[in-house]
Structure formats: C-alpha cells, structure tokens
C-alpha cells in the first residue's frame, strides 16, 4: 500500500536552533501534503497544506515564518522548525491524500523536544 | 467550514462489553468521514472510512461505524472490546473531495478493564 516515510521519528534540539522534518511519499505521488502538529493528549491541529511547486496554504495563527513548508517535487515535502523553542515541542505529523476514494496515507511521526 | 465532535473525552468498558465512540460532524458539502486510532506515541492508523457508498462500514479489528445524514452521526462500536483497544481514537472530517484537509475530533481515550 501507499506508504509515507517520515524522518526523523525524534529529535531533541537546543532552543534557538531549526530542525527539519522530512516526509517522503514512497510508492504514490504526493501532489499535496498536510502537516498537523499534536500536543500531549490533545487532537492534531492542521498547520499548513503544501502543494507540489507552489507556496504553503497556512492556517490561521500558524507563523509561516517560523515553520518553514517546501514541497520542491512530487514525493517529497519538508518542515522546518526555525529558531525552535520549547513551546514547539510537539508532535509534528504529515498526511498525503492518495486519490480519489483512497483517503490519506500519515507519516509515523516526529516527536520533536527543544531543550 | 467542518468541524467534528466527539461526546466524551474518556470512554471506559469491561473486556467483552460493547464499545460504542461518538462523533458528530459538520459540513456544507457531502463528507468524507474518517475513524482514527492512535497508540501512545505512534503515528495514525485508519480504522475506517465513509466516502459516500454505503452507509455501514466496516474496519478493521472487529470496528464499524454507520452514517447518518439526518443525525450527522458517525458512531464508532465494536460488539466485543479487547485489552488491546486502549487507545486514542480521533473522528475526522473531510469536504468529500480527494485532496481536501482532513479536520479532526478533540479524540475520544478508550480504556479497557480487565
């Protein structure tokens, strides 16, 4: 089935610094990738849609220039967490839709702790 | 815009008795509807989906869920709970497109007792 690959699973990193967040589509073309972020028992919050060749869609109250969305080819769309600090330790989720009736392949994952 | 609500944030049931997770939605539009279960610090897995075909479906591990319009209910049950059912399980919503954004439930935790 179709598969996103999401790296890395974990990351801790020293506030001030910037991670980045790959989620590749291994076996389907992912023309569009959301990225949602999850804080400790709560639901997963939609951040932003990337769109193959075009600029990020943000959601409100998400700063774009903070979480960076490239979505430079058909199978790959990266996050980057600028300038990070602790109140973005979170859990930071991709999902591609797969085509019509086929619904939405997720990443594993990315539990990103800032120190 | 949709929007999902899921009634009751804790969900407890015996082994063996009836599971049965609520979520209601809201759309302008036809919905594509998710059920999503989620173990203690992994990704998503799908449980099932309604894409407009027919109006009780079927998952996986025993779960179903049936759509009604005139509700705009999407209920999650399973005849039988297992240990292995604790966990988190989020309802979501999509506006029946392929390439729209799936908005989720606040999430429903399912505790099992022995």
């Known amino acids: 089935g179709a598969v996103v690959s999401q790296h890395p699973s974990w990351v801790i990193c020293k506030s001030g610094t910037s991670v980045k967040i790959e989620c590749r589509s291994l076996?389907?073309?992912?023309?569009?990738m959301f990225w949602y972020r999850q804080f400790p028992k709560q639901s997963l919050m939609l951040m932003a849609t990337?769109?193959?060749?075009?600029?990020?869609?943000?959601e409100q109250g998400v700063e774009k220039d903070k979480f960076l969305i490239n979505h430079a080819s058909l199978t790959l769309s990266t996050l980057t967490v600028t300038s990070a600090h602790p109140e973005d330790s979170s859990f930071y989720i991709c999902?591609?839709?797969?085509?019509?009736?086929?619904?939405?392949?997720f990443g594993s994952g990315t539990r990103l702790t800032v120190v | 815009a949709q929007s999902v609500t899921q009634l009751g944030s804790h969900v407890s049931v015996s082994e063996g008795a009836l599971v049965l997770l609520r979520c209601n939605y809201s759309?302008?539009?036809?919905?594509?509807l998710f059920w999503y279960v989620q173990y203690p610090n992994q990704g998503l897995q799908l449980l099932l989906k309604?894409?407009?075909?027919?109006?009780l479906v079927k998952g996986i591990n025993g779960f179903e869920a049936e759509f009604k319009k005139s509700e705009t209910s999407f209920h999650l049950t399973k005849p039988s709970a297992h240990m292995s059912d604790a966990a988190e399980y989020f309802c979501?919503?999509?506006?029946?497109?392929?390439?729209?954004?799936?908005?989720f439930g606040p999430g429903t935790s399912l505790s099992v007792i022995p």
């Open positions: 999902s591609a839709p797969r085509g019509q009736g086929y619904g939405y392949t």
């Open positions: 076996d389907f073309q992912a023309t569009t």
């Open positions: 990337s769109n193959e060749g075009s600029k990020a869609t943000y």
């Open positions: 759309s302008s539009v036809p919905p594509y």
């Open positions: 309604y894409t407009s075909a027919a109006t």
């Open positions: 979501a919503v999509s506006e029946g497109t392929s390439y729209d954004k799936v908005i």
